[in-house]
């Protein structure tokens, strides 16, 4: 019985390599330990994010105190803030701001996502996520991208400035 024993052991140090490199390439807004953090309150339209059991971040488009979202199930929604933390393990959500801790709005942003409202996209974790569906309401295009340090690369080269998290105050 060694056999089931070796294959435990490796699928329990590949979830912890997971894990750490997940932490490293992730691009996180979840905070440091010693970060301050402003409160920031969140503009229509802009970028809102938080974790997911400590792996992960979650994205979705501020709009008139709901966040618009795409589910896992494909279905593209508003929810309230306390619904878009409900199950997931970030006690935060946090709004995408230039260095000078004002939220980023990109024009069009909100109306791209309030047009898709309760319409479904075939999601897939790795082609058309959360993250995917955030870009194409602020830049209007169809571009791959997967993870969430991806869309805070082109974050920083839409708005030509650093990305920081801030609190969000709702």
Known sequence: MPVPLIWLGAGLAALYGGVKYSHAHRGSPAPESHARYLAILPLDGCIVSCGVFGVFDHCGIWNDGTIIELRGNGLIRGISPERFLSQRSGEDIFVACDARQQPLVAPGTQRRALDQLYQYSEYDLFSNNCHKFVWQCISDTN??????????????????SEITWQKALY
Do not use: N
């Open 143 to 160: 571009e791959p991208l997967t993870r969430f340090a991806e869309l805070k690369h082109k974050m920083a080269a839409h708005f030509d």
